[in-house]
């Protein structure tokens, strides 16, 4: 393992908001994306870190440097049904290519089934976003279906699909 997962630190966002205003960074992700200043992403970490109960956020870290390279999340967590929404953002494209997103998404789901307890985790991920959903496949999980035209990005409407995997299916 390259890599490690840790919470967010409040100095973190003078790389992540870069993260956040990079077009070729946030291109293939399902989510809203906006562009967000240094002072917006601060905010958004420091209320990740002290007032955040719900949803897991955590950094992606290499070991040998300590440097962050992007974040995992779980979130929408329903204690009740047990399971929730992941979604990860590898930022750092100079460590894009190198398997860390796939360390990364492991972790994560190694976490939310024996730390938490979930059931069942779930992704959208956009259909042209081939690379993500090999890794997604290749750790098991299974595509549910479709939602069609369900974020706008450059000026058009994007299909994504819904992939999960349940406790039971993860290795």
Same mark, same amino acid.
Not at 28 to 40: C, E, F, I, K
Not at 131 to 141: H, Q, R, V
Not at 163 to 170: M, Q, R, T
């Given at each position: 393992?390259?890599?490690?997962?840790?919470?967010?630190?409040?100095?973190?966002?003078?790389?992540?908001?870069? &993260?956040?205003?990079?077009?070729?960074?946030?291109?293939?992700?399902?989510?809203?994306?906006?562009?967000? /200043?240094?002072?917006?992403?601060?905010?958004?970490?420091?209320?990740?870190?002290?007032?955040?109960?719900?949803?897991?956020?955590?950094?992606?870290?290499? !070991?040998?440097?300590?440097? =962050?390279?992007?974040?995992?999340?779980?979130?929408n967590i329903e204690w009740i049904n047990r399971n929730a929404e992941f979604s990860i953002l590898i930022g750092? !494209?100079? #460590?894009?290519?190198?398997?860390?997103? !796939?360390?990364?998404?492991? #972790?994560? =789901?190694?976490?939310? %089934? &024996? #730390?938490?307890?979930?059931?069942?985790?779930?992704?959208?991920?956009?259909?042209? +976003?081939?690379n993500a959903i090999s890794i997604y496949e290749k750790l098991g999980f299974k595509k549910e279906g479709l939602?069609?035209? +369900? +974020? %706008?990005?450059?000026?058009?409407?994007?299909?994504? %699909?819904?992939? /999960?995997?349940?406790?039971?299916?993860?290795?």
């Amino acid at each position: 393992m390259d890599i490690y997962l840790r919470a967010l630190e409040i100095t973190d966002y003078k790389v992540t908001s870069s &993260w956040r205003n990079d077009p070729e960074v946030t291109d293939m992700l399902a989510g809203n994306v906006y562009p967000t /200043s240094p002072d917006r992403e601060k905010n958004w970490i420091e209320e990740v870190i002290m007032n955040d109960r719900v949803n897991i956020r955590l950094g992606v870290v290499l !070991k040998e440097s300590n440097k =962050l390279i992007g974040m995992v999340n779980l979130v929408n967590i329903e204690w009740i049904n047990r399971n929730a929404e992941f979604s990860i953002l590898i930022g750092d !494209k100079l #460590e894009w290519g190198k398997g860390y997103g !796939k360390q990364a998404t492991a #972790e994560m =789901l190694k976490f939310g %089934f &024996w #730390e938490r307890n979930l059931e069942r985790i779930y992704l959208l991920v956009d259909v042209e +976003h081939q690379n993500a959903i090999s890794i997604y496949e290749k750790l098991g999980f299974k595509k549910e279906g479709l939602l069609r035209r +369900h +974020h %706008f990005r450059k000026g058009k409407y994007r299909d994504v %699909f819904i992939y /999960s995997i349940l406790k039971e299916e993860y290795v």
